[in-house]
């Protein structure tokens, strides 16, 4: 295993309701993302973060916050979920801006109704 | 900005049969890197192969390998005596610093 989990791996929520995804990495990496996925759009990126309290934002960022208490967790929030948040989200990790490529977290498949 | 675009939305090829993946790039960047990953059904985004912008060798790990043209800004995969297991979403990938720009993916069908 890549030592990156995502929780939960599917989710129905309400439209107007919060809804909070969380990743968890056992690597120590200090690079963690949130991406979305969906038909048509390949992977896009909600939020980054580069280190504990640091993060920033991606091309999608609107809707979602994010935070980052300890260096193994990174939550992604959705304020007052939509059906346009309805998608596919991937956690990944990088060592840093030199690594080669990311390790994926499995996915959580979440659904606004 | 930098964007990857994937031409192919669906491709098919018959079982042990070699079939290429195009992917093209944009970007303004000489410092990069390049990768393929798999997606299958399972939704697991697995690594396939990765290319240094500044090594012209292009890059191979089995039965996959890269046809890299810099200065057409062009990432193809090839896959060799294709298998089921190769059945999956394909996605090319750009990475300057610390951020991935991704195209729109590749379905590969694999036909018994």
């Known amino acids: 295993d890549a030592g990156i989990t995502q929780s939960p791996r599917h989710k129905v929520t309400e439209t107007g309701t919060p809804v909070t995804l969380r990743c968890h990495q056992t690597?120590?990496?200090?690079?963690m993302y949130w991406y979305r996925q969906d038909p048509g759009h390949g992977l896009r990126l909600i939020h980054y973060?580069?280190?504990?309290?640091?993060?920033d934002k991606g091309e999608v960022s609107d809707g979602y916050s994010v935070s980052r208490s300890k260096t193994e967790d990174f939550l992604l929030t959705l304020e007052s979920a939509t059906s346009s948040q309805t998608s596919v989200y991937f956690c990944?990790?990088?060592?840093?801006?030199?690594?080669?490529?990311?390790?994926f977290g499995s996915g959580t498949r979440l659904t606004v109704v | 900005a930098q964007t990857v675009t994937q031409s192919q939305p669906e491709m098919s090829v018959q079982e042990a049969e070699t079939v290429t993946l195009s992917c093209t790039y944009d970007?303004?960047?000489?410092?990069?890197?390049l990768f393929w990953y798999k997606q299958p059904p399972s939704r697991q985004m697995i690594l396939v192969i990765r290319?240094?912008?500044?090594?012209?060798q292009n890059a191979t790990e089995n039965r996959f390998s890269v046809n890299f043209q810099k200065a057409a800004k062009s990432f193809s995969l090839k896959i060799s005596d294709s298998q089921l297991g190769d059945a999956a979403m394909y996605f090319c990938?750009?990475?300057?610093?610390?951020?991935?720009?991704f195209g729109t993916g590749t379905s590969l069908t694999v036909i018994p």
């Open positions: 290319q240094e912008a500044y090594k012209q």
């Open positions: 973060s580069y280190g504990v309290k640091d993060t």
């Open positions: 990944a990790i990088s060592e840093g801006p030199r690594n080669y490529g990311y390790t």
């Open positions: 970007t303004s960047e000489s410092d990069y890197y």
């Open positions: 990938a750009y990475r300057t610093g610390n951020q991935f720009y």
């Open positions: 690597e120590n990496h200090r690079y």
